[in-house]
């Protein structure tokens, strides 16, 4: 039995190889980080099972979804938080835990029916949450490769985020020491438009916060404005 996981970041990576090696012999599994990659005549020539995708930011045809069983992982508790950005969302909101959900991908955004549920904590840097939620989604993917799961319709109130755009990346409006750490936070990650401020013709972009004892530490980078 064939099984692909299509990702970035080489956090996943490292989890996919472990994952791999640890896979019983009747197993093969697959890797790809370039939406390119992602063909009709690529998946046809292996003919996966599952097809997961584990921090994945690009469109998926309906022509896969259709032909196969497509899972996704969204770190709200389904149907609550669905759309872009959940991270952010939650840690705006104050939420402290979150669950990681897997659920079949249909062409109804976060919409589809449930594989399984996993608890994940939200404390660190983005960067922390999301090498801690891909070693739990990992885990996850072995669970489904060993054992057939059915999936179940979502239940419950259906609440909706909205992705965040790069602007609203730059702080203001803040009335505590605990928001401005959190604004941070949420932000710090490879590939993520950190926390920024522009002031008289320089751009201050804020990474690493850690809060004690009253005082908000961080590091910043300061780049002249074009």
């Known amino acids: 039995m064939n ?26 599994l ?14 046809s020539s292996i003919n996966p099972r599952y097809i997961f995708f584990p921090h994945w930011s ?12 497509c899972v996704c992982f969204h770190m709200t ?6 759309g872009g950005s959940p991270l952010q969302n939650l840690i705006l909101n104050n939420f402290s835990h979150t669950k990681i959900t897997a659920l079949k991908m249909s062409d109804e955004l976060d919409a589809g029916p449930i594989y399984l549920k996993k608890d994940l904590a939200l404390d660190g840097s983005a960067e922390d949450i999301y090498k801690r939620s891909s070693k739990i989604i990992f885990s ?8 057939e799961i059915i999936p179940s319709e979502q239940t419950g109130k259906v609440t909706h985020f909205k992705r965040r755009k790069p602007y609203e990346s730059e702080i203001k409006d803040m009335s505590s020491l605990n ?6 936070r949420m932000l710090d990650a490879t590939g993520y438009p950190k926390a920024f401020l522009e002031f008289e013709g320089f751009n201050y972009e804020f990474s690493k916060a850690k809060l004690a004892n009253d005082e908000l530490e ?3 980078k300061i780049k002249k404005l074009k």
């Open 3 to 28: 099984y692909l996981i299509a990702s970035h970041h080489e956090w996943n990576m490292q989890n996919f190889i472990k994952l791999k090696n640890n896979t019983i012999s009747d197993h093969s």
């Open 58 to 69: 690009h469109i998926v045809s309906n022509e896969i979804l259709d032909k196969y069983d």
């Open 140 to 147: 996850m993917i072995d669970n489904m490769i060993k054992n």
């Open 30 to 43: 697959f890797f790809i980080d370039s939406s390119n990659e992602l063909s009709l005549d690529y998946l």
């Open 77 to 82: 508790d389904l149907p609550f938080g669905r």
């Open 179 to 184: 928001d401005y750490f959190n604004f941070i």
């Open 218 to 220: 961080v590091s910043v």
